[in-house]
């Protein structure tokens, strides 16, 4: 008998590995209408798609070898054109839906900046994700992540 969110989430197959997951685990690509593929990291564009499940090492062998071109044409049914840079354009997208992400939170008032109340709540067990800045002071870094293990024991 199959779960409630199964009809939901359907599973999706990776067409490089073969591998099962949902759409949360493997990213979208899509055909335009000039036949050229591209990334659909948020899964709405129209039409037919082809799901990735592979890291970008993989990818970028896969794409070298022209085993992601056959594949996609046998996702599509059709020829394709694979753009070089494809792992980019997924790492660009990736980064962008990321960063919008972070704006809606930011804008809805659950997302916390300045270490005392970073450190506050997450000893209280109520951070659920935690990023440092690239710049950030490694003790600084060492104190969120220490309050972070306390509040998730």
Same mark, same amino acid.
């Given at each position: 008998?199959?779960?409630?969110?199964?009809?939901?989430? #359907?599973?999706?197959?990776?067409?490089?590995?073969?591998a099962?997951?949902? =759409?949360?685990? %493997?990213? $979208? *690509?899509? @055909?335009?209408?000039?036949?050229?593929?591209?990334?659909?990291?948020?899964?709405?564009?129209?039409?037919?798609?082809?799901?990735?499940?592979?890291?970008?090492?993989?990818?970028?062998?896969?794409?070298?070898?022209?085993?992601?071109?056959?594949?996609?044409?046998?996702?599509?049914?059709?020829?394709?054109?694979? #753009?070089p840079?494809?792992?980019?354009?997924?790492?660009?997208?990736?980064? =962008?839906?990321? %960063?919008? $992400? *972070?704006? @809606?939170?930011?804008?809805?008032?659950?997302?916390?900046?300045?270490?005392?109340?970073?450190?506050?709540?997450?000893?209280?067990?109520?951070?659920?994700?935690?990023?440092?800045?690239?710049?950030?002071?490694?003790?600084g870094?060492?104190?969120?992540?220490?309050?972070?293990?306390?509040?998730?024991?």
């Amino acid at each position: 008998m199959k779960a409630a969110n199964d009809a939901r989430d #359907p599973e999706r197959t990776c067409i490089l590995t073969r591998a099962k997951g949902t =759409r949360d685990s %493997l990213i $979208r *690509l899509a @055909l335009g209408p000039d036949g050229a593929v591209a990334p659909d990291v948020r899964a709405r564009a129209p039409g037919r798609g082809a799901w990735i499940g592979v890291d970008r090492a993989t990818l970028q062998v896969a794409l070298d070898k022209g085993k992601l071109r056959g594949a996609l044409q046998r996702a599509f049914k059709t020829s394709v054109t694979v #753009p070089p840079d494809l792992p980019d354009q997924i790492e660009r997208a990736l980064a =962008r839906t990321t %960063l919008d $992400r *972070l704006g @809606l939170e930011a804008r809805a008032g659950t997302l916390l900046t300045g270490s005392e109340k970073i450190i506050d709540a997450a000893r209280k067990g109520t951070v659920s994700l935690l990023l440092h800045a690239r710049d950030a002071a490694e003790d600084g870094n060492r104190r969120l992540d220490q309050a972070l293990r306390i509040g998730l024991d």
